[in-house]
């Protein structure tokens, strides 16, 4: 089916009118009575129309540029296909800064850290030990604890640093208590509120005060809903059910979910590589769906069986020119031979083989979306497995170093021929 426009309507009739004109002219010619000065009316109005044309052509392509956050789509999903162009070496990955190197003890010692923001001043904040808040400078160089563990002003039960305002403000979520705390530049509490009670699964800023939030439920009848948007401490509108009117489990309800600069959110379940674009009041924009898993993933332990290892979708980021980044865990080809059956507190649990400690079964790749095109317009996999945002641009990642010693590294990224981060 064909869709037409203003412009479309404007070009017919503009051939119209010319065509008319024409047979005027040539009617004016045969009988002799042409002057130039209707010719020269004649050329004007030819490149007037010409230059509208172009002009509403010009428009029209500007228009197009953003259409993609333009659509609403309730059930439809796209087929996301790798561009014909793909490019498998434009996608840049260089070390910004290294947390913890060569500590191994006291302050400025860092274990694996399940949440780092890089706040407005370039500051590093880390959780640390689920209910502790560890600070680091741009060099990597340990500037102070915040807070302490407990239940009351500035103390954290499990708090993830989410955002940095240009007032040089930290906004830290304490998933723990159930609480949202903004730090000021002086490392004191600006102010506090209480979150609906809800388990959290991931969350992120979309201003001040504004934050979407994957959560099972934030009351019985808002249950089968995966996302929120929370506004000043109350959910103010719940989201995204699936299409397919599957009631939601608390495992089923997990969402990997990004946002960009202008309050779209993107969301997709951790094991189907299927993403849906949201309006901040909760349209679907659309769905875009690739490969990720040939089987259905079942919730309890991985087996070599009927409930193999998964890839899976960790992270995604997106920039200001209309790109998603989606970063996937990838199973190794051969994992099996690098694992056998444990037992774990009564339970049989996958684990690497002798030799093959301290490996991973999987790898990371990195995508990106051209989502006004819908299409993948460049890939690159990378050994390392534990990645996470940090803000526009960066991810970090927990390691060791040679020594076996706990680090944080945080990396930049890149695309060659944009610059997509503030």
Partial sequence: MSHRGADDDDRDHFRSARADLLRV?????????????????????????????????????ETRSGSWSELRDSIGTHALRDDPKLCTDCITVDTAVVIGRGSDSGDAYVNGSLRVLRDSRGDYWANQDRNRIKVFDEHGRF??????????????????????????????VDIGNMRETVIGPDFRRVSEQTLPPMAINDVV???????????????????AEPLHLVRDGKTVRSFGAHRSGEPLTQSSSRRVIAADGAGHLFSTQYFKFEIEAWTRDGQRIFGLEAPLNSTPVKPGAYNLDDNPIPNQVHSMLADNSGHLWVLTYRVKPGWRDNVEYR????????????????????????????????????????????????????????????????????????????????
């Fill in 25 to 61: 002219l040539s009617l004016l010619i045969a009988m002799k009575r042409i002057s130039a000065n209707i010719t020269a009316v004649f050329l004007l109005f030819v490149a007037a129309g010409c230059r509208s044309s172009k002009a509403r052509a010009s428009a029209a392509s």
């Fill in 205 to 223: 800023s979309v201003g001040p005060g504004d934050y979407f939030v994957n959560a099972w439920g934030t009351s019985p009848e808002r249950i």
């Fill in 343 to 422: 037992q774990l507190n009564g339970i049989k649990l996958l684990g690497p083989t002798k030799g093959h400690e301290g490996e991973s079964s999987r790898f990371s790749r990195i995508e990106v979306v051209d989502l006004e095109r819908r299409v993948i317009v460049a890939r690159i996999d990378r050994p390392q497995t534990s990645l996470g945002v940090a803000g526009p641009g960066l991810l970090w990642e927990n390691r060791r170093d040679t020594d076996g010693k706990p680090e944080i590294r945080i990396w930049r990224l890149g695309l060659r021929g944009t610059k997509p981060w503030p």
């Fill in 143 to 172: 500037v102070r604890l915040v807070g302490r563990p407990g239940k009351g002003p500035m103390e954290w039960a499990f708090p993830w640093p989410v955002a940095s305002d240009a007032n040089g403000n930290v906004h830290v």
